[in-house]
């Protein structure tokens, strides 16, 4: 095999795990979910919820994890790491970094809080509309919470810059 076929099954493979199977599992736990609630089986609806939340966490981190690699090696690369001066890294770059991994992690995190709240409510009490709201709470700091972050991390990178 040359270079060439080499590169193109790499190029399909990546094609594959980046877009095609996060959205598969998806898709999955959706179908696993609904297939669970026409025969209203709990356990099975949690386990569908649960499986499609889990495939949504693996999207965030197969597209937020390269982004903040590449960034960090191009941060590192900056400053000379071979030498052990670091002194070109700036806050403004730390930030920027910190940036990008809040974005990539905190609204997966808080969906799938909140339905984990929402779903050990409905194990314990049996009830749905009381855990609604407490529910919604956690999807809107998954939501809010990014955005705090980066407006204060621009704050931060303001204040820093010289």
Known sequence: MNHHNINAIVYYLIVFIRYVLPITLVFIGIG????????NNPEKQIMGVSFALKSILF???????????IY??????KGGVHSGDFS???FVEVFTLIEILAVGILPAYGFIQGYIYH?????TEGKKTTSLPRRNL?????IISPIAIVVFMEFLKKMFAY
């Open 72 to 77: 960090g090696l191009a941060m590192i690369s």
């Open 88 to 90: 070109m890294i700036s």
């Open 32 to 39: 696993r979910w609904s297939y669970a609630k026409s025969i």
């Open 59 to 69: 999207l965030y981190i197969v597209t937020f994890v390269p982004i903040f690699i």
């Open 119 to 123: 779903y050990q409510w409905l194990i």
């Open 138 to 142: 956690f999807i809107r700091l998954g």
